[in-house]
């Protein structure tokens, strides 16, 4: 991971780097794109769309989430990129776009299992 090599400086793995750079790219892009579904949902061109476009593009922004796009590079990355240094940047972005959205995962699917028992 980290080794020093008799300089004040340490060098760091290359595997190392890879994933502090794809988790913190994962969790800065989650964090950054937060609030764009709601804010499209402002512009004069949504406003400027029929009522029914306007509900299926509702639809397509309220389904779709962070942590569902980290698990789609996670997967891509186990089945695609094992082996390369690109499967450790892909896969750790998806980890930070998981864990950026963490929080918000139970008050998602509350309403959904509202009733449900086990």
Same mark, same amino acid.
């Given at each position: =991971?980290?080794? =020093?090599?008799g300089?004040?400086?340490?060098?760091i793995s290359?595997?190392?780097?890879?994933e502090?750079?794809g988790?913190?790219l994962?969790?800065?892009?989650?964090?950054?794109?937060?609030?764009?579904?709601?804010?499209? %949902?402002?512009t004069?061109?949504?406003?400027s769309?029929?009522p029914? %476009? %306007?509900w299926?593009?509702?639809r397509?922004?309220d389904?779709m989430?962070?942590?569902?796009?980290?698990?789609?590079l996670?997967?891509?990355a186990?089945c695609?990129l094992q082996g390369?240094?690109?499967y450790?940047?892909v896969?750790?972005m998806g980890?930070?776009?998981?864990?950026d959205?963490?929080p918000?995962i139970?008050? $998602?699917? $509350?309403d959904?299992? $509202?009733?449900w028992?086990p």
């Open positions: =991971m980290i080794e =020093m090599v300089t004040l400086l340490p060098l290359k595997e190392f780097a890879l502090v750079l988790f913190s994962g969790l800065l892009f989650g964090n950054a794109f937060k609030d764009v579904d709601h804010q499209v %949902q402002q004069p061109w949504f406003k769309l029929t029914f %476009q %306007q299926i593009l509702q397509i922004l389904a989430h962070h942590f569902q796009y980290g698990l789609v996670i997967v891509l186990e695609f390369s240094l690109l450790i940047l896969y750790a980890v930070g776009l998981v864990v959205d963490l918000d139970p008050a $998602r699917y $509350r959904f299992f $509202r009733g028992t």
